[in-house]
């Protein structure tokens, strides 16, 4: 398929126009016209870049790109290789943040809810990123942890008291902290995000609600491989998930 095929049906199927994000989201990187084996991952460190250029493969799709607010825009040091390393080989880079994080299917809240079993029911805050629902079964904040462990193979931590009944789940994955006021105003046992901050855990104590981060990667694999499944599908080209692992 042409690559501005490709962006065009990423572009419209994740809704990048209506979101207000901290990067580009889209076509980062422009390589070969023609697009027929493409590589997905969490984040495009020099690891996946390597494997897309050992493997072959016309574009590099992911959740975590470059050129993020704030950031120095000088092309040097490890920058430089990366660009470089796309540049060279002809590789496209493509990268969608928020509208991955966002989306009601293919999305790392809708993944995430999906792979643990829990039962979504509306959305919270800005830009309804936080999603909000209930456990199939009745659980307490110490058991769904459990359960997070063994399905993300990651050791959670849980702040708060781990036999707090949880009927009201929010999660959001990723560096999502931020949002746990809103979800305890929005009436939630127990809020699930990827990353805790110190403040956090007083948080947790003083409301009384739960608080687990099960690891910002370990959140945030499943939106990739999800697009990588439906690109597949829906378009009939070689699409692969690389996990480069990653502890935090």
């Known amino acids: 398929m042409q690559l501005i095929e490709l962006q ?3 572009d419209e199927l994740l809704e990048v ?15 070969r016209p023609e697009v027929g084996r493409v ?3 969490v984040t495009a460190c020099q690891a996946l870049l390597d494997q897309a250029v050992a493997g072959g493969f016309d574009a590099v799709l992911v959740h975590h790109g470059y050129f993020w607010r704030g950031e120095d825009g000088r092309v040097t040091g ?6 470089a390393t796309l540049l060279k080989h002809d590789i496209s880079l493509l990268a969608y943040h928020l509208p991955l ?10 993944q995430l809810g999906r792979l643990v079993g829990w039962v979504p029911e509306g959305r919270l805050g800005e830009q309804d990123l936080v999603w909000i ?6 659980e307490t904040a110490g058991q769904i942890a459990r359960s997070l462990a063994a399905r993300l193979g990651r050791e959670p931590l849980l702040a708060g008291d781990p036999a707090r009944p949880v009927k009201r789940i929010a ?14 105003l929005g009436g939630a046992d127990l809020y699930v995000s990827g990353e805790i901050s ?5 948080l947790a104590r003083e409301s009384g609600v739960a608080y687990i981060a099960a690891g910002h990667h370990a959140t945030e694999r499943y939106g990739a491989h999800a697009l990588a499944r439906h690109l597949a599908e829906r378009f009939g080209i070689e699409t692969r998930f690389a996990d480069i692992d990653n502890p935090v």
């Open 171 to 184: 999660w959001c994955t990723g560096g999502a902290q931020g949002y746990f006021e809103q979800a305890i």
């Open 101 to 110: 994080d966002a989306h009601p299917e293919l999305g790392n809240n809708a």
């Open 39 to 41: 590589l997905c991952g």
């Open 133 to 138: 629902g209930r456990p199939v079964h009745p």
């Open 78 to 83: 490890i920058r430089r290789r990366r660009l």
């Open 17 to 31: 126009s209506r979101f207000k994000d901290y990067c580009p989201n889209g076509l980062q990187v422009e390589g």
């Open 8 to 10: 065009t049906h990423l």
């Open 198 to 202: 110190e403040q956090t855990v007083h």
